[in-house]
């Protein structure tokens, strides 16, 4: 088994940390989600796990997981038949925990991730995968040709790793292409992006993230009318999501809430709506 797949660029092989974080989680007796398409991918990937194994970070990845899959659940009891475009889909099987009969998906990655992704899943009518740059906007004219709104995105552990001018122009670009769209997204502060190299995960593979960014209030500023929807640390999620962790998750959220490391309170997830 090889250590770095040669299947994934530096950036992508990101994505295999929280594909092994839901791996691990569905495999405990009282997990935050099930997720047993991820244990199946993780078993057939030519990819050295172990790595990985006992660090901190993985249930972060969940807990972000848990709090992305609920928003985009909220988003399809208001709106069944919605639009949900994945950002960087890597190998995440959110269709498979929060798909309702009748919303459309688009799941959009770089063509490497989108190759490995076709071993797993397959194009339906309500399910289509697009092998493209979130920089590229030629995705978005598949998208809008195809789905009719309201249009959900969701980047999920991915445009941290863009430099911040691509991030605001693919910000930007969702705007004018699909406004009054929800968009989710994380972002990491200064003191997370300074200290990388030393963050359990991020140090054992080759990428690194490049947008520091101080907080919410910065994508708001960008385009006027952006409304910050929701905004929270994974030490202070929001009560429902919390309420539905297992006991020993609620235990160790207090713990951190009340620790204020910078490491954890500079790291957001946020959901807009787009002007």
């Given amino acids: 088994m090889t250590t770095r797949g040669p299947f994934l ?74 639009t949900v475009v994945e950002i960087g889909t890597g190998l995440n099987t959110r ?53 009719d709104g309201p249009y959900f995105f969701s980047a999920e552990a991915v445009l941290p790793f863009l430099d911040e001018t691509d991030v605001r122009a693919v910000v930007g670009m969702l705007a004018e292409r699909f406004p009054g769209s929800w968009l989710a997204l994380d972002t990491a502060g200064p003191a997370i992006i300074d200290e990388q190299d030393r963050h359990d995960a991020l140090s054992k593979v080759d990428a690194r993230m490049r947008w520091s960014c101080t907080g919410p209030d910065v994508v708001t500023r960008w385009h006027p009318g952006t409304e910050l929807i929701a905004s929270h640390t994974l030490s202070a999620l929001p009560p429902r999501v919390y309420a539905s962790l297992p006991a020993a998750y609620q235990q160790m959220l207090t713990g951190l809430a009340e620790q204020r490391l910078a490491q954890v309170e500079e790291y957001r997830l946020n959901l807009f709506r787009l002007p």
Avoid: C
Wanted: overall charge negative.
């Fill in 95 to 147: 269709y498979e925990r929060v798909d309702n009969g009748s919303a459309r998906w688009f799941e959009l990655d770089l063509p490497d991730v989108i190759e490995v992704r076709r071993s797993f899943f397959t194009d339906t009518p309500r399910r289509t995968m697009i092998a493209a740059s979130v920089s590229d906007s030629a995705w978005t004219d598949t998208v809008a040709a195809d789905a």
């Fill in 9 to 82: 660029g530096a950036v992508q092989e990101t994505l295999l940390i929280p594909l092994y974080g839901r791996a691990v989680e569905h495999r405990k007796q009282d997990p935050a989600l099930r997720d047993a398409r991820a244990e199946e991918i993780v078993a057939a990937l030519p990819y050295d796990f172990s790595r990985f194994d006992g660090l901190p970070s993985l249930v972060g990845t969940v807990l972000r997981t848990v709090l992305f899959d609920r928003w985009v659940r909220d988003f399809l009891t208001t709106h069944p038949s919605g």
